[in-house]
Structure formats: structure tokens, C-alpha cells
């Protein structure tokens, strides 16, 4: 049960943007991709998702070549949230939680519809919401409906065990400190339940907290995945961000000015 | 765990959830809609030079006058008014919805041009080319669906077969498609007689006046087809509206959906342009109006514009032909007169907001 993403290399016009980079995404955990800006991450992430295809190497879900799975499969597998594009029309909160309701042909499916909703907006605090116009919310208050809409994507009931996945690029932008760690937590939570997470994170504490294991990519190569403590290495940060960083190896807090 | 679901499959499943994400609300308006097309239906066809109850036609107590002016004139023009109307509101409609954004209408990307530079050819040209026996009343049509078809073409092929590199690129060739046209039309406007130019400029201004059954009765078969094509994909339009990245991720096929939205306006379009000349502002205005009304999620919008254009275009024909009685008002004037200032006071609004 897992995405597993082997030897990728990508390049446009001759520029190497990601050079064969191999790591799986496991069930149930939390895996952090950090490092600098156009370091090749979000591009990753996107290669992921079947979004883009790589020059080389291959993607696969649960042992499911990614080219063999068709777009309605592949959404049936994984939830995707990235920087999210102006919607233009006047679409209610609750119209826009429910575009990631997807039919499945499963019998009886459709009946968990209503619950669903309601179970996802009161886990993401959107009750009070619901009836408000989308395009009137804060940019903050919009990425949590983006992350309720790909959380119903995901919704299953509690005695399925399907292999799913949720890909999100920095999740927590825009949110305040409250949102930014509820969210995490909320993360956490889908985790628990089975759900595989591939996110790209900023704030190196965000990810030595929440996650079960970091990648660290610069360049586009990838440099070292471990668990936290293994992977957040001062002189190795150092190196790749161009800053002294002190890390509490006790409460795996890292600071950096 | 490979799950077992072809692509056709999954594809009716998208389609099928029609009622769930629509609200009573919406579903009221749309039977409103539905009664007023039918109830202008029968006025229409009852009010005109001379008046005739629908009730004695029915009954049989009509002179046989009377039902030849009901049957074979004022019914299929009340039909083709109608038609046009649906076509060119749930056109408007699904094209605002693709290239998400508001002030898209079937002009936009060409397709009214195309038509009616194919309209043109033969009112200017077709006289001294094409003896009126081969195709005879479906010349023009014809010909202006051509016009509409080839919009289409130049568009799939600038465009890489409708590509994935976004809708901006496909309004800016869309823009320069409809120059062209413009240009062609001009050229003809140029050359043609005094009588010629005569039928140019009110065939440009809209009239249901030429309205017979043997043009009007396979249109109406082929407009219905293409729109009942058209609104099993109103899911995926909503869908559209999160970006073409995110909809992709959400399961829906951008490209054969872009491909699906404007060979059916094209159909629809060509067809009630080369039936009834240009009438503005229907495709534009429709579909707003009914956003404000009921909401803006597509299953309920392309119906409800559909309706709605039906309706309003019956009655603007109506109004067309007893306002200056015995003479008869260009229908696309008395659309654009009433569409300019609304349109208007839209953009006034969207300002404020």
C-alpha cells in the first residue's frame, strides 16, 4: 500500500529540474518534503500525482503503474491540494466542499453524502460557513474549504480499508497559527486512519513535530529521507538553506535567527 | 487492489448524480421557466396581424384560414424563436462555464462570425454560383453552419485540438478568428448590389420572418439532441471552475470536455444563426440572470437558461411583430435594446460588488 516513485529525473529545455529521485509514500504516514525555493519540490509533488510526466523513471499506486490507471481511477486513490486558482463564479462554502464528492458505483455510497459533508465541515470547523460565498472568504478561511473539499474526496466508510493517499502543497499558507496547527493536527488524525501523506512543508518545526519521516531535496536531487531527528541535521540544513540553524535534539525545535 | 471500473463506467457515475447537487430552490425555478416557455408558446401563437384562440383551433371551431396561418406560419416561427432562444442561452452558458468567465458568449470565440460570414456568401455570392435548385431553401443554413464548422476548425488547430494550455490562448485566437470573419463580411458588404446589401443588413439584425417547417423541423431535432448531449456534463463543468488542474485531479477529462462544450455550441449555434441572423446579447444576458436567480452551479444553470432564452426570445418575437403593426420590428434590435442596458447595468454591478 504505498506510491512508490522510482529513479524520476525531469527536464525542460535541457534543465535538469529533478534527477532521479526514489522514495515511497507509506500508508498511514506523514512524509514532509522540505527545502528551498525551486529546489524541484512542488515539481515532485506533481509527478506524484500524475500530473506531470517524468523523462524517466516511473510512478506507481499500489502497485499500479500510474499510466495504466485512467484520471477517474487516480482520483479515486489520492487527494490533491495545491495553490488553488481564483473561481470566478458565486459558488456557496458548501458547493465547494462538495466538488470532491466522487460517485464510486459502490452500492449504497451515495446514501453517506449529507453525513459525510457534515462530518467533514464540523472536523474542519466550517459549520458557521457553509452558506457564505466562497469568493467573500479570506485567503486563510478559502485553503481550509480546498483542504475539506480534497478531505471529502478521501471520505470512506469506517469499515473500508481502500490504500489512499492525499498529496498537498504547503497546506498550511495562508493560515493563522490556530488553523496552521489545527490542520496539522487534522493531518495527523487522517494519518491514523490509514491515510498515506505526501506534504510539502516550509516550517521546518511544522515538520519535525507532524511528521513520521522528511525528505530533504535540494537541486532537484534528494538528499536524505529519515525520520526527524535522523534527518534534520544542522550542518546538512546549513548546506542546503545558507543558514546556521540550532536544533533542540529534546523538544526538535529549530531555530534559525 | 486494482478497483474494477472501466473508463465508461466511471464516467456515467459523474454524470449521473443530477439531482443531488441541486437545491429545491433551483428545481422551482426551473419548472417556473418550463411553464413560461410553454404558456408564451401559446400566446405567441395566438397574438398577432390577426388573432387566433389556440382554443379553437383545438376545438376544430377554426376557419380553415385561420389554421393555415397557425400551422404552417405562426407555429414553426414560434417554434424557431424558441429554439434559437434555448440555443443561444444554454450556449452562453456552457461557455462561460469553460472559459470561466462571465462575459464569454458564443461571439466570442468566433463561432456567430464564422456563421454569418458563411450567411453572407451566399446572400451576396450565392445567386451567381449555385442555381437555386441544388440546395435550395437549405442554402443558407448551410452554408452557415459551414461558416460555423470552419470557426471551429481554425480554433482546434491553433489551438493543438482544444491542448491543455489553458482558455486565455483560446479567446485570443477566438478573437482573431472573428477579425477575419469581420473582414470577409466587409469585403462582401463592399461588392454587393443595393438589393444584396439590403438582405445583408437585415439578415445582421435578426428576424424569425423566414421561419418554414422544412427548415425548422430537423433543426429542432438536431438542437435537442446536442443539448441533451450537453447537460449530462453540467458536473463537470462545476468541477471546471477550481482550475483545469484541479478538475483533471478530480477525475474530469479537460480536454474531451472543452472539445464537448464547443462542438455543441457550434452545432447549436450555427444552426440558430443561420436560421434567424444575429441576435445579440441573449447568450450573454440569459445565463446571468438565471445565476442571480438560482445560484451558479451547472446542472441547474444550463437547463434554466435553456428555458428562460426559449421563453424571452418567443416574446421578443412577439413583441416584434406588433409593436409597429403591419410592419415588423428586426427581432436581434429589439434583443440588443434591451441587452445593452441590462449588460450595462451588470457590469455597474459587478463593480460595486
Known amino acids: 500500500m504505498t506510491i512508490k516513485l522510482q529513479n524520476i529525473s525531469y527536464s525542460v529545455n535541457n534543465h535538469k529540474i529533478l534527477e532521479n529521485v526514489s522514495l515511497n509514500v507509506r500508508k498511514g504516514e506523514v512524509l514532509s518534503l522540505i527545502g528551498p525555493n525551486g529546489s524541484g519540490k512542488s515539481t515532485l509533488l506533481n509527478v506524484a500525482t500524475g500530473d506531470i510526466k517524468p523523462s524517466s523513471g516511473s ?145 521546518l518545526n511544522l515538520a519535525a513535530k507532524y511528521s513520521d519521516r522528511i525528505a530533504i531535496i535540494s537541486q532537484g536531487a534528494l538528499i536524505k529521507i529519515d525520520e526527524p531527528k535522523k534527518a534534520l541535521d544542522p550542518v546538512l540544513l546549513k548546506k542546503i538553506y545558507n543558514l546556521d540553524m540550532v536544533i533542540d535534539q529534546q523538544t526538535m525545535k529549530v531555530s534559525y535567527f | 487492489m486494482k478497483l474494477q471500473l472501466n473508463y465508461n463506467q466511471v464516467n456515467s457515475l459523474i454524470r449521473s448524480n443530477f439531482f443531488k447537487f441541486i437545491n429545491k430552490n433551483q428545481i422551482s425555478i426551473l419548472v417556473i421557466t418550463l411553464l413560461m416557455t410553454v404558456l408564451s408558446l401559446f400566446i405567441a401563437a395566438s397574438i398577432g396581424s390577426f388573432n387566433i384562440s389556440i382554443f379553437d383551433y383545438v376545438l376544430s371551431t377554426s376557419t380553415s384560414l385561420e389554421n393555415k396561418v397557425l400551422e404552417q406560419i405562426r407555429m414553426p416561427r414560434v417554434l424557431l424563436a424558441g429554439l434559437v432562444g434555448a440555443s443561444l442561452g444554454i450556449s452562453g452558458a456552457s461557455l462561460q462555464g469553460l472559459f470561466r468567465n462571465p462575459l464569454a458568449d458564443p461571439g466570442l470565440i468566433g463561432v456567430s462570425a464564422g456563421a454569418a460570414l458563411g450567411a453572407a456568401i451566399v446572400i451576396v455570392l450565392g445567386s451567381s454560383f449555385i442555381p437555386d435548385y441544388i440546395f435550395g431553401p437549405f442554402i443558407l443554413p448551410l452554408s452557415a453552419i459551414m461558416g460555423a464548422a470552419l470557426v471551429i476548425y481554425l480554433l482546434y488547430l491553433f489551438t493543438k485540438g482544444f491542448g491543455y494550455q489553458g482558455v486565455t490562448y483560446m479567446l485570443l485566437v477566438g478573437i482573431a478568428v472573428n477579425a477575419l470573419a469581420s473582414v470577409g463580411i466587409g469585403i462582401l458588404t463592399f461588392i454587393s448590389t443595393d438589393s444584396e446589401l439590403r438582405g445583408l443588413t437585415f439578415w445582421t439584425m435578426g428576424s424569425f420572418g423566414a421561419a418554414n417547417w422544412t427548415l425548422v423541423f430537423p433543426a429542432i431535432i438536431i438542437v435537442i439532441a446536442t443539448i441533451s448531449l450537453l447537460i449530462p456534463f453540467s458536473r463537470q463543468l462545476d468541477l471546471l471552475q477550481l482550475g483545469e488542474p484541479e478538475a483533471y485531479r478530480l477525475g474530469v477529462d479537460v480536454k474531451a470536455l472543452k472539445f464537448r462544450v464547443i462542438i455543441s455550441s457550434a452545432i447549436i449555434v450555427g444552426i440558430s444563426v443561420s436560421l434567424s441572423g444575429m441576435i445579440g446579447f441573449v447568450g450573454l444576458v440569459v445565463p446571468h440572470l438565471m445565476r442571480l436567480l438560482g445560484g451558479v452551479n451547472h446542472n441547474y444553470l444550463l437547463p434554466a437558461s435553456a428555458f428562460f432564452g426559449a421563453s424571452i426570445m418567443i416574446i421578443a418575437d412577439l413583441l416584434s411583430r406588433i409593436l409597429i403593426q403591419p410592419a415588423e420590428l428586426p427581432v436581434g434590435l429589439l434583443t440588443s435594446a434591451i441587452g445593452a442596458p441590462f449588460f450595462l447595468w451588470l457590469i455597474f454591478r459587478i463593480r460595486k460588488t
Open chain 1, 59 to 203: 510512478v506507481s499506486y499500489d502497485n499500479n503503474a500510474i499510466e495504466d490507471l485512467n484520471i477517474v481511477e487516480r482520483s479515486f486513490y489520492r487527494g490533491v491540494m495545491s495553490q488553488s486558482q481564483q473561481i470566478v463564479f458565486d459558488f456557496s462554502v458548501q458547493e465547494i466542499i462538495e466538488m470532491g464528492w466522487i460517485e464510486r458505483g459502490l452500492p449504497n455510497y451515495s446514501n453517506h453524502f449529507d453525513k459525510a459533508v457534515k462530518e467533514i465541515s464540523s472536523l474542519c470547523d466550517l459549520e458557521n460557513l457553509l452558506d457564505r460565498k466562497f469568493n467573500k472568504l479570506s485567503g486563510g478561511e478559502q485553503r481550509r474549504v480546498h483542504f475539506a473539499r480534497t478531505l471529502l474526496q478521501l471520505w470512506r466508510p469506517s469499515n473500508s480499508n481502500e490504500p489512499l493517499f492525499m498529496l498537498l502543497d504547503e497546506p498550511t499558507a495562508n493560515l493563522d497559527l490556530y488553523y496552521e496547527i489545527k490542520m496539522m493536527e487534522i493531518i495527523k488524525l487522517k494519518a491514523s486512519e490509514g491515510i498515506g501523506i505526501f506534504l510539502i512543508l516550509h516550517d
